[in-house]
């Protein structure tokens, strides 16, 4: 007999259970009461602890470490300097691209940035080795360091070809076309600033390793620590159940733990490091500051004819990190004629990073930017115009978007928002003393479909684990993964658990470019309809089974209950049949792999980001969409600018937690504003130094600086961007709120700014 086994979940029974459902967070109660224990909170026998020593320069040589007084101090185990440390072994770069066979040494004699790290010092207590570190002394030969971008050394840089996009003939166009306008926006360096610092800590057993360490990509950060160790990938193990935040910034394996896992070695003991909060400014890179210069030309209604787009972003010495200027540019609208590219220049700073939507972000602020100046321009309203130059398909790869629902966004957003009352010269809508300004703008960031495994098992007693290597930093990871467990079993949510953030758990890549959400659910759904056929089959088919004489073909779910779908025969409970099969636990494992995949393409996938399926493969292009609407009231005497009122209308396709895709966008939302007004690392010309390296002085939005903000969702199922439908929601939300801010300030004042943040010295 073959079993031909259908599926029935509690999706019918909708509620909170389910994908879709507006359950709360699962690791909610853990969270508020503290019993989430986070990565560097684990208490381990004779852990020592380690600080870190920075340069105080930006450029030039370590001439000379004296050590001598520390290592003296109290407590002091080891002070750790160039001439001290373990050899290690170059690691291979994200991509997987095989290093040069030269060792790597985690503590710096050539500065090229200020901050990096030039010696450490371990001892028994952390008091111990904060006041030993300070004993450290190290004697520079200082060179001129280029500061930033603005750097009058700083050159032109270095064109990345590879980010070039052109068709049509874009200059042509725009000196042919009779509306102009040609601008430069800048954004200053800006910082992912996680509540929970940077730091782990490191335990040798042997040649095995186990980090806890906050973390956005256990395997690929496992796959460094192997190869700075020349250990297998298998020998080392990351941990980090709860993660703080991370914004893009806790995607890779840095030098601080290269030195905190030596020192572990070297002394045959667990050592914990954790970054100060102003390490944590040059510990890693921010947000690259970027210029750049956009021309639109268009016709006398408003309708593009040519965009020119040139883009410049700062980089390191010796790293290249390209933030790509042109992503927004290229697609947001119908341009038959276009050019984009893009330079970078290396200055004297960490090698910048990923947060939140690099690229697309500062990308928006330029083109959402521009096209409302050519509104103004022009003379129609800013909504009307972008209408006006909607792409109904992709601009730049000419497919089809799997779903764009982006004027349904605009639609519902100036509905919700009021739009049609506003009024649409600068400076004419006031209250009192404050001039109010109403402002729009549209964002996107691209899907990113990958691949992830997950581990279902359901035990006798009827509870459901669910096991991954991926990780939740606050998205919602553990209670989506619950829900799509809990439905496709057909178990109520209660009885399933998540597992999350161990790396010797199936495996998963990086959490970033918002693609944890769809990979995940995808291997979750896979894995748990496994489980539950071979639950089925063995009901059906096991002589033990009082489901076995039934001759039925299938059995559904329902509430943690099973029977056969017309209700004839026996009910029992998953565990009661658990029991009558003699089971302790029935585990599958699924995953979003192409079928008959190699053990070696599964290493790779997981451990590099070298596989992920381009968002533009095949017929279509994917895309998550918004458009976010936006009052402000600036003081007319001080230029002070607030946001009172933000509506933004979302397409992230389906949602796997409408409550928790809220979540995601409102905090996208709320650090756009941030980077709109506050936001900016201030670096000391003198010393090429982040000034403002703390939370007293980089400024953040704080609770008073936040009004309501109402979130709307016009998302219709995507099958071509995940298996249940979702696009990604995690980064879309930032991706034009600080454009919407300054056109709606312009709005106000009548005055552009096009430098972030915008301060109140702009606008007086
Ligand atoms: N979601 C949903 N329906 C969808 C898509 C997502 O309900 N169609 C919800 C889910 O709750 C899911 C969450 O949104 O857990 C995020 O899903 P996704 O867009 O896939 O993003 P990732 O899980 O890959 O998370 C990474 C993303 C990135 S790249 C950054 S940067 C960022 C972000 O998430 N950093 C964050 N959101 C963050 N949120 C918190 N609290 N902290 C961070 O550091
Ligand atoms: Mo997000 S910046 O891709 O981690």
Same mark, same amino acid.
């Given at each position: 007999?073959?079993?031909?086994? /259908?599926r029935?979940?509690?999706?019918?029974?909708?509620?909170?259970?389910?994908?879709? $459902?507006?359950?709360?967070?699962?690791?909610?109660?853990?969270?508020?009461?503290?019993?989430?224990? @986070?990565?560097?909170?684990?208490?381990?026998?004779?852990?020592? @602890?380690?600080?870190?020593?920075?340069?105080?320069?930006?450029?030039?040589?370590?001439?000379?470490?004296?050590?001598?007084?520390?290592?003296?101090?109290p407590?002091?185990?080891?002070?750790?300097?160039?001439?001290?440390a373990? +050899?290690?072994?170059?690691?291979?770069d994200?991509?997987?691209?095989?290093?040069?066979?030269v060792? @790597?040494?985690?503590?710096?004699?050539?500065?090229?940035?200020?901050?990096?790290?030039?010696?450490a010092?371990?001892?028994?207590?952390?008091?111990?080795?904060?006041?030993?570190?300070?004993l450290?002394?190290?004697?520079?030969?200082?060179?001129?360091?280029?500061?930033?971008?603005?750097d009058?050394?700083?050159?032109d840089?270095? +064109?990345?070809?590879?980010?070039?996009?052109?068709?049509?003939?874009a200059?042509?166009?725009? /000196?042919?076309?009779?509306?102009?306008?040609?601008?430069?926006?800048?954004?200053?360096?800006?910082?992912?600033?996680?509540?929970?610092?940077?730091?782990l800590?490191?335990?040798?057993? $042997?040649?095995?390793?186990t980090?806890?360490?906050?973390?956005?990509w256990?395997?690929?950060?496992?796959?460094?620590?192997?190869?700075?160790?020349?250990?297998?990938?298998?020998? #080392?193990?990351?941990?980090?159940?709860?993660?703080?935040?991370?914004?893009?910034?806790?995607?890779?394996?840095?030098?601080?733990?290269?030195?905190?896992?030596?020192?572990?070695?070297?002394?045959?003991? =667990? #050592?914990?490091?954790?970054?100060?909060?102003?390490?944590?400014?040059t $510990?890693?890179?921010?947000?690259?500051?970027?210029?750049?210069?956009?021309?639109?030309?268009?016709?006398?209604?408003g309708?593009?004819?040519?965009?020119?787009?040139?883009?410049?972003?700062e980089?390191?010495?010796?790293? &290249?990190?390209?933030? =790509?200027?042109?992503?927004t540019t290229?697609? &947001?609208?119908?341009?038959?004629n276009?050019?984009?590219?893009?330079? #970078?220049?290396?200055?004297?700073?960490?090698?910048?990073?990923?947060?939140?939507?690099?690229?697309?972000?500062?990308?928006?602020?330029?083109?959402?930017?521009?096209?409302?100046?050519?509104?103004y321009?022009?003379?129609i309203?800013?909504?009307?115009?972008?209408?006006?130059?909607?792409?109904?398909?992709?601009?730049?790869?000419?497919?089809?978007?799997?779903?764009?629902?982006?004027?349904?966004?605009?639609?519902?957003?100036?509905?919700?928002?009021?739009?049609?009352?506003r009024?649409?010269?600068?400076?004419?809508?006031?209250?009192?003393?404050?001039?109010?300004?109403?402002?729009?703008a549209?964002?996107?960031?691209?899907?990113?479909?990958?691949?992830?495994?997950? !581990?279902?098992?359901?035990?006798?007693?009827g509870?459901?684990?669910?096991?991954?290597?991926?990780?939740?930093m606050?998205?919602?990871?553990?209670?989506?993964?619950?829900?799509?467990?809990?439905?496709?079993?057909?178990v109520?949510?209660?009885?399933?658990?998540?597992?999350?953030?161990?790396?010797?758990?199936?495996r998963?890549?990086?959490?970033?470019?918002?693609?944890?959400?769809?990979v !995940?659910?995808?291997?979750?759904?896979?894995?748990? $309809?496994?489980?539950?056929d071979?639950?089925?089959?063995?009901?059906?088919?096991? +002589?033990?089974?009082?489901?076995e004489?039934?001759?039925?073909?299938?059995?559904?779910?329902?509430?943690?209950?099973?029977?056969? =779908?017309?209700?004839?025969?026996?009910?029992?409970?998953?565990?009661?049949?658990?029991?009558?099969?003699?089971?302790?636990?029935?585990?599958?494992?699924?995953?979003?792999?192409?079928?008959?995949?190699?053990?070696?393409?599964?290493?790779?996938?997981?451990?590099?980001?070298?596989?992920?399926? =381009?968002?533009?493969?095949?017929?279509?292009s994917?895309?998550?969409?918004?458009?976010?609407?936006?009052?402000?009231?600036?003081?007319?005497?001080?230029?002070t600018?607030?946001?009172?009122?933000? #509506?933004?209308? &979302?397409?992230?396709?389906?949602? @796997?937690?409408?409550?928790?895709?809220?979540?995601?966008?409102?905090?996208?939302?709320?650090m756009?504003?941030?980077?709109?007004?506050?936001?900016?690392?201030?670096?000391?010309?003198?010393?090429?130094?982040?000034?403002?390296?703390?939370?007293?002085?980089y400024?953040?939005?704080?609770?008073a600086?936040?009004?309501?903000?109402?979130?709307?969702?016009?998302?219709?199922?995507?099958?071509?961007?995940?298996?249940?439908?979702?696009?990604?929601?995690?980064?879309?939300?930032?991706?034009?709120?600080?454009?919407?801010i300054?056109?709606?300030?312009f709005?106000?004042?009548?005055?552009?700014?096009r430098?972030?943040?915008?301060?109140?010295?702009?606008?007086?």
């Amino acid at each position: 007999m073959t079993v031909h086994i /259908t599926r029935h979940g509690d999706a019918s029974d909708g509620g909170t259970d389910a994908v879709g $459902g507006r359950l709360s967070r699962v690791d909610g109660p853990a969270k508020i009461t503290g019993a989430a224990r @986070y990565a560097v909170e684990q208490h381990l026998q004779g852990l020592a @602890y380690a600080v870190l020593v920075e340069s105080t320069i930006a450029a030039g040589k370590v001439q000379s470490i004296d050590a001598t007084e520390a290592r003296a101090a109290p407590g002091v185990l080891l002070v750790l300097t160039p001439d001290n440390a373990m +050899p290690l072994k170059t690691a291979s770069d994200w991509f997987g691209n095989t290093p040069p066979d030269v060792p @790597y040494c985690p503590l710096a004699r050539d500065i090229i940035f200020s901050g990096q790290h030039v010696a450490a010092v371990v001892a028994e207590t952390f008091e111990q080795a904060v006041a030993a570190a300070a004993l450290v002394k190290v004697a520079y030969d200082e060179t001129p360091a280029i500061v930033d971008l603005n750097d009058p050394k700083a050159g032109d840089g270095i +064109p990345i070809d590879a980010m070039t996009k052109e068709w049509g003939d874009a200059s042509a166009a725009f /000196t042919a076309a009779p509306v102009r306008i040609c601008s430069a926006y800048t954004t200053p360096r800006e910082y992912q600033v996680p509540m929970e610092p940077h730091g782990l800590i490191a335990a040798w057993q $042997g040649d095995r390793l186990t980090v806890w360490e906050p973390s956005q990509w256990l395997d690929g950060m496992a796959r460094t620590y192997a190869e700075w160790f020349a250990i297998p990938f298998e020998n #080392v193990r990351l941990v980090a159940p709860y993660v703080g935040g991370g914004f893009g910034s806790k995607a890779l394996a840095l030098s601080h733990g290269a030195i905190a896992a030596s020192a572990a070695k070297m002394l045959g003991r =667990p #050592v914990k490091l954790v970054m100060t909060r102003p390490q944590t400014f040059t $510990g890693y890179g921010g947000r690259a500051s970027t210029r750049q210069t956009l021309a639109l030309g268009a016709d006398a209604e408003g309708r593009i004819q040519s965009i020119v787009h040139r883009g410049v972003n700062e980089t390191s010495m010796d790293g &290249m990190w390209v933030e =790509p200027l042109g992503s927004t540019t290229a697609i &947001m609208y119908a341009a038959p004629n276009f050019s984009s590219r893009q330079n #970078v220049v290396r200055v004297n700073t960490v090698t910048p990073g990923a947060m939140r939507a690099p690229g697309e972000n500062p990308s928006a602020f330029g083109i959402e930017s521009a096209i409302d100046e050519l509104a103004y321009e022009v003379g129609i309203d800013p909504l009307e115009i972008r209408l006006r130059n909607y792409a109904e398909q992709d601009p730049h790869t000419r497919k089809a978007w799997s779903t764009r629902q982006l004027r349904e966004a605009f639609a519902a957003g100036a509905e919700r928002f009021g739009w049609s009352k506003r009024t649409a010269a600068p400076r004419s809508m006031r209250d009192g003393n404050h001039l109010v300004g109403w402002g729009v703008a549209a964002g996107t960031y691209p899907v990113r479909r990958a691949y992830g495994e997950a !581990m279902v098992r359901i035990l006798a007693d009827g509870s459901v684990e669910v096991e991954s290597s991926s990780i939740d930093m606050g998205q919602g990871t553990y209670t989506i993964l619950a829900q799509t467990a809990a439905e496709t079993l057909g178990v109520p949510v209660e009885q399933v658990s998540v597992k999350l953030g161990d790396s010797h758990f199936a495996r998963a890549g990086v959490t970033g470019g918002s693609r944890l959400a769809g990979v !995940m659910t995808g291997a979750v759904f896979k894995a748990a $309809g496994q489980a539950l056929d071979e639950l089925i089959g063995l009901a059906l088919s096991d +002589p033990r089974s009082p489901f076995e004489t039934l001759q039925a073909n299938t059995l559904s779910v329902r509430g943690g209950r099973i029977a056969s =779908p017309r209700g004839e025969g026996p009910e029992l409970s998953i565990a009661e049949l658990m029991s009558k099969l003699g089971r302790d636990s029935i585990e599958a494992k699924g995953d979003t792999m192409p079928a008959n995949s190699t053990l070696e393409e599964r290493y790779k996938n997981y451990t590099t980001i070298a596989m992920a399926l =381009p968002h533009t493969e095949g017929d279509y292009s994917r895309y998550s969409w918004c458009a976010h609407f936006v009052e402000v009231r600036v003081d007319e005497d001080f230029g002070t600018v607030r946001v009172s009122r933000v #509506v933004s209308a &979302m397409d992230c396709g389906r949602l @796997y937690n409408p409550k928790l895709a809220e979540s995601q966008w409102k905090g996208g939302i709320i650090m756009g504003i941030g980077q709109a007004l506050l936001e900016e690392g201030i670096v000391d010309r003198r010393h090429g130094r982040i000034v403002n390296n703390n939370l007293g002085d980089y400024l953040v939005p704080t609770n008073a600086d936040i009004p309501d903000i109402e979130v709307i969702s016009v998302g219709i199922p995507d099958l071509h961007s995940s298996a249940l439908g979702g696009k990604g929601a995690g980064e879309v939300g930032i991706v034009g709120v600080a454009p919407a801010i300054a056109n709606a300030v312009f709005h106000a004042t009548g005055k552009r700014v096009r430098d972030l943040p915008i301060t109140l010295e702009k606008l007086i």
